[in-house]
């Protein structure tokens, strides 16, 4: 059963503290996305990629958010220092999305509290 | 900016009712619209898809889509308490550059 997996599920830590999130996209997609949600905003598009190559950024403060795909099956979200408004839900999400079609699949999340 | 657009409820229908879940969108330019469920500390998941103007019906879910006045419905026929769920309007605005999401309705289906 093809699936996104995301690691960890839940990270405690503390401000100023280095979090990196990982996310293996269902074989075959390729284009893969990362999303952040809380309460107040909602699912919002932090960053994506299609065939490795980053394609859009700006949802993601540069100063402390990094993203990259080091290869098809791995991508990684790095905040570096963490902050307590960092505190959300990730969602990494694959798919195939063409003209007509957008269908995202989406991990099970990486819950994160920083203190 | 492009934004989706929906009430945040709580939406309380009682069992076997049918629930309606509404969405409007910011630009004409869209082309894709889906409806995804959300449980309560769980990910979203795709329950329906449309992409032209009328409406798609699958099961107990019917999708309205009237690109005109740049809104899309959700009907859920016949509504049990497993619908009690958050739902998401995601809209595609062309191409294959992700989805924009509504904040999402929470759905209560009270017994």
């Known amino acids: 059963d093809a699936r996104v997996t995301q690691t960890p599920r839940h990270k405690v830590t503390e401000m100023g503290q280095e979090v990196t999130m990982r996310c293996q996209p269902i074989?075959?997609?390729?284009?893969v996305f990362w999303y952040r949600q809380t309460m107040m905003q909602g699912l919002e598009l932090l960053a994506y990629?299609?065939?490795?190559?980053?394609?859009?950024d700006s949802g993601m403060p540069k100063d402390r958010f990094s993203a990259e795909m080091p290869d098809a099956t791995l991508a990684t979200l790095k905040i570096q220092p963490s902050e307590p408004r960092d505190s959300a839900v990730y969602f990494c999400?694959?798919?195939?999305?063409?003209?007509?079609?957008?269908?995202?699949?989406f991990g099970e999340g990486s819950r994160l509290t920083v203190l | 900016q492009k934004e989706v657009e929906q009430n945040s409820g709580p939406l309380s229908v009682p069992e076997g009712a049918i629930a309606s879940l509404n969405c409007t969108y910011s630009d004409r330019v869209s082309q894709s619209f889906f409806w995804y469920r959300q449980y309560s500390g769980k990910s979203p998941e795709l329950i329906m898809s449309?992409?032209?103007?009328g409406d798609k019906e699958d099961g107990r879910f019917t999708a309205q889509l009237n690109k005109a006045s740049q809104y899309v419905s959700l009907l859920i026929r016949d509504s049990q308490p497993s619908d009690s769920a958050t739902y998401l309007c995601a809209v595609s605005w062309g191409g294959a550059d992700g989805l924009t999401f509504g904040k999402g309705t929470h759905l209560i289906i009270q017994p």
């Open positions: 999400a694959s798919g195939l999305p063409t003209e007509n079609t957008g269908e995202l699949f």
């Open positions: 074989l075959g997609h390729n284009t």
């Open positions: 449309i992409y032209s103007n």
């Open positions: 990629f299609r065939n490795r190559a980053p394609l859009d």
